[in-house]
């Protein structure tokens, strides 16, 4: 069973900030997920990452897929309170239909 | 167009009992998955079905059992209900069973096993 790293577990920041948050495994995936969910709702797909190494950009957002496919990251610049959420990564292992997540960061960020 | 819709949104069972949970996907989707999330955790695969047939299941005891009709649409069934199977119980549907396919989740039915 692959494992997805999640770091930190909880960030609280100030608005306006920065921050980073890691998704790390020692297995390799097919590609990778970034899915954000709020309290009561099901997680909401934010970016989907396939090649090692690629870089995308969603708004304030970007998220990298490591070049060995292993890990990847979520940066978010200046913070806003709508960040506020969990944010989990999910990686699908080829030939496979399921996704693994991590166990989340959870994102506050105070006005 | 309406999104992946969940019944109940919340239930409470006891120790022992049985429950069903249901999932209609958005419309022209055939691929429905479980998840069961449990408080401070990632979601944690259950099952997937596609075109009516189970196309993978995760590491969970034969209590829990699922199906998928012609319609499309999907019940999630735990037998003999335990404590630890208190949890949100998430429902993702894509249009196909592809890697690249992109999921929609629905909201969840929150169970509570006392």
């Known amino acids: 069973t692959q494992l997805l790293e999640q770091s930190p577990q909880f960030l609280s920041i100030q608005e306006g900030e920065n921050l980073t948050v890691y998704c790390n495994s020692s297995?390799?995936?097919?590609?990778l997920q970034w899915y954000r969910q709020e309290p009561g709702e099901g997680p909401v797909l934010l970016v989907t990452?396939?090649?090692?190494?690629e870089v995308k950009k969603l708004k304030r957002l970007t998220f990298q897929f490591g070049d060995a496919r292993k890990d990847s990251s979520l940066h978010i610049t200046a913070a806003q309170p709508g960040d506020t959420g969990l944010y989990l990564c999910?990686?699908?292992?080829?030939?496979?239909?399921?996704?693994?997540f991590g166990k989340g960061t959870k994102l506050s960020v105070i006005p | 167009d309406a999104g992946v819709t969940q019944s109940p949104t919340h239930l409470i069972k006891t120790r022992g009992q049985q429950v069903t949970l249901r999932c209609s996907p958005i419309?022209?989707?055939?691929?429905v998955s479980w998840y069961q999330q449990v408080l401070g955790q990632g979601p944690q695969f259950i099952f997937q079905?596609?075109?009516?047939?189970?196309?993978g299941r995760g590491n969970f005891p034969d209590r829990f059992s699922a199906r998928q009709f012609p319609n499309y649409s999907s019940e999630l069934n735990v037998n003999a209900l335990l404590l630890g199977d208190s949890a949100l119980y998430l429902c993702?549907?894509?249009?196909?069973?592809?890697?690249?396919?992109?999921?929609?989740f629905g909201s969840g039915t929150q169970l509570s096993v006392l």
């Open positions: 999910a990686g699908e292992e080829a030939g496979s239909y399921q996704l693994t």
């Open positions: 079905y596609y075109e009516k047939e189970e196309r």
């Open positions: 993702a549907s894509s249009k196909g069973q592809g890697a690249d396919e992109k999921l929609f």
């Open positions: 297995s390799v995936f097919s590609s």
């Open positions: 419309s022209g989707h055939k691929s």
């Open positions: 990452v396939v090649t090692g190494g």
